[in-house]
C-alpha cells in the first residue's frame, strides 16, 4: 500500500463535534443561501398568485395586523408587507452585487498596478485613497447619491465610493510584501513583462482576502442601502426596499402599527447577521492565523 494511501484513513477520521466558529459560518451561509433563493423565487411565488404585487396598493385593507391573508400585514398605503419584505430582498442583493462588484473592479488593480510600481504612482493613489477612506462611508454615498439620483445602478455606484479603497489598501499592501518574493525576481530576471507579472505571479497571491472583504463589504452595503432609503435617496418611492419602508413605518409607529416596521427591519438584520458570520468564517478559514482546529483528529 502506498504511502497515500496509509494516510488517506489518518486525514479523513475526525471526531468529537464542529468548532463554534464552523457552526457560526455554516449558519451564516445558510441564511445567505435562504435569502438568495428568496430574491430569486419571488417574482416566481407572485405569478403562481402566492404573494400580491409589492407595487399595487389594496384598496380596502388599510392598517390591517398580521393575518392567514396578509401574513405581514397592510401598511397605511396598501401594500402587502410580506411581498414587499420579499421583494426588498432582491432590491438589496441586486444593489449590494454590484457596489461590492464596483469597488472589487476597481480597488483591486489599483492595489496591484500601485503596490508593484511602487513610486510617485504610489504615493499619489496612496494620498487620494487614504483621504477617501477616511471619511464616513455613510456621508459619502449620502453626497454621491445627491449627484448620480435614485435606481439600483445608481445606488450601486454611490455606495461603492467607500469600497474601493478598503481593496485598494488589502492588494496594495500584499503586493508591496510579495513583489520581493524570489518567483517574482525569477520571473524579472527571465525578461516577463510587467502584465504578465501582475496577472500570473502577483494577483493569485495577494487576494486571498478579497472574498472576506467582499461578505463583509456586502453586509455593509445593505445597512448603507438601508440608510439611503430611509432618507429618500436610495431606489425609486415605488421600488421595495427595506430603507425606504421603514421610513414610511416610522409614521404609523405612534398609532400601534408595529408590523409595518418589524419585518422589513427584521430582513435587513438577519441578511447583514448571515453574511457577517459567513464573512468571518471565510476569514479564519484563508487565514492560517485566525484558524483554528475546527475538528478533532484521532491519533495515528
Request: net charge positive; no cysteine.
Amino acid at each position: 500500500m502506498s504511502v497515500a494511501k496509509r494516510q488517506l484513513p489518518r486525514l479523513i477520521r475526525f471526531s468529537g463535534r464542529p468548532s463554534l466558529s464552523l457552526q457560526l459560518t455554516a449558519i451564516g451561509l445558510a441564511i445567505t443561501l435562504i435569502f438568495l433563493g428568496i430574491a430569486l423565487l419571488a417574482p416566481v411565488f407572485q405569478a403562481w398568485g402566492w404573494i400580491q404585487n409589492p407595487t399595487e396598493s389594496l384598496i380596502n385593507p388599510i392598517h390591517d395586523p398580521p393575518s392567514l391573508k396578509y401574513l405581514f400585514g397592510t401598511t397605511r398605503q396598501g401594500y402587502d408587507v410580506f411581498s414587499r419584505t420579499l421583494y426588498g430582498t432582491q432590491a438589496a442583493l441586486q444593489v449590494v452585487v454590484l457596489a461590492t462588484a464596483f469597488g472589487l473592479i476597481i480597488g483591486v488593480p489599483l492595489g496591484l498596478v500601485s503596490g508593484y510600481l511602487g513610486g510617485k504612482l504610489d504615493r499619489i493613489l496612496l494620498f487620494f485613497m487614504d483621504t477617501i477612506y477616511t471619511l464616513p462611508g455613510l456621508l459619502l454615498s449620502v453626497t454621491l447619491a445627491f449627484v448620480v439620483g435614485r435606481g439600483i445602478l445608481n445606488a450601486a455606484i454611490a455606495i461603492s465610493i467607500a469600497y474601493i479603497p478598503q481593496y485598494y489598501r488589502v492588494v496594495r499592501n500584499h503586493t508591496v510584501s510579495v513583489k520581493t518574493e524570489l518567483f517574482v525576481e525569477a520571473a524579472q530576471a527571465m525578461g516577463a513583462s510587467t502584465g504578465r507579472i501582475l496577472t500570473r505571479y502577483l494577483f493569485f497571491n495577494v487576494v486571498q482576502s478579497v472574498p472576506v472583504l467582499f461578505t463583509l463589504n456586502a453586509a455593509d452595503a445593505i445597512l448603507t442601502l438601508g440608510g439611503l432609503g430611509f432618507l429618500g435617496l436610495g431606489l425609486p418611492e415605488e421600488t421595495p426596499e427595506w430603507g425606504h419602508d421603514l421610513r414610511l413605518a416610522l409614521e404609523a409607529l405612534p398609532t400601534g402599527v408595529w408590523w409595518t416596521a418589524l419585518f422589513p427591519g427584521l430582513g435587513m438584520t438577519l441578511m447583514v447577521v448571515g453574511l457577517s458570520l459567513l464573512g468571518e468564517g471565510l476569514n479564519e478559514f484563508i487565514n492560517p492565523r485566525l484558524r483554528k482546529d475546527s475538528w478533532s483528529q484521532t491519533p495515528p
